[in-house]
């Protein structure tokens, strides 16, 4: 079965500087990969994915994230974080079923 | 396109009562719905995979006879939670699959927040 670690429960960056939240999953194959992204006590806003091909993805609102097989992640990154990026980010993969698995999230806190 | 909603967004009712929260797909058919539920400041945690016309299929753990599901047409299944208590309390999240649009990525809907007096 897979599964998602997601090693950061918070991060706290300054507004305008880079970011990165890491995600590894556990699949034997290739996984379909995913990052959403949670305001408080709204649902999921799907930011990007990867399903094959190019292992750099561009997703909406800058971010990007790149599949590295061998290392069996799929980190995101922005260049430059914007005050409106603090949310809960969800990592999740989704193996030979429909089951999405997801991460149990990094809390993005953005200072000004 | 791909507009899930839910409804409603948020209910509280005393314990006992039942409560249902329906979901639909707005602008697609979904032959498959799934119901997750969110504590607070934790992950999603899926509770049954509904398909359009048979019986949901529930994850273990989750009692099949509390959380009813009912996935009557391509665009709108529904959970009822029957004597709710006060754990049943949290944000339940609801998401269809577009096979049109390939390995059935799913749509979120905005969740449903559930508190149980």
């Known amino acids: 079965a897979q599964s998602v670690t997601q090693p950061d429960i918070h991060i706290t960056v300054s507004e305008g500087a880079s970011l990165e939240l890491r995600c590894n999953y556990s699949?034997?194959?290739?996984?379909?990969l995913f990052w959403y992204v949670q305001s408080p006590g709204q649902g999921l806003q799907l930011l990007l994915k990867?399903?094959?091909?190019?292992?750099l993805v561009q997703g909406i609102k800058g971010f990007e994230a790149e599949f590295k097989r061998s290392q069996s992640s799929f980190n995101l990154r922005k260049p430059s974080v914007h005050w409106s990026d603090a949310a809960e980010y969800f990592c999740?993969?989704?193996?030979?079923?429909?089951?999405?698995?997801f991460g149990k999230g990094t809390k993005l806190t953005v200072n000004p | 396109g791909a507009v899930v909603s839910q409804h409603p967004s948020w209910v509280i009712c005393k314990s006992g009562t039942s409560v249902k929260i329906e979901c639909r797909s707005l602008?697609?058919?979904?032959?498959?719905m799934f119901w997750y539920r969110q504590f607070p400041k934790q992950s999603l945690m899926l509770m049954a995979t509904?398909?359009?016309?048979?019986?949901?299929?529930?994850e273990q753990g989750v009692e099949k006879d509390k959380f009813l599901i009912n996935h009557a047409s391509l665009t709108l299944s529904t959970l009822t939670v029957t004597s709710a208590h006060p754990e049943d309390s949290s944000f339940y999240i609801c998401?269809?699959?577009?096979?049109?649009?390939?390995?059935?990525?799913?749509?979120f809907g905005p969740g449903t927040r559930l508190t149980v007096l």
């Open positions: 602008d697609f058919q979904a032959t498959t």
């Open positions: 998401s269809a699959a577009d096979r049109g649009r390939g390995r059935d990525e799913q749509f």
């Open positions: 509904s398909n359009e016309g048979s019986k949901a299929t529930y």
């Open positions: 999740a993969v989704q193996g030979g079923s429909e089951k999405l698995v």
């Open positions: 699949y034997g194959a290739t996984p379909y």
């Open positions: 990867y399903f094959s091909g190019d292992t």
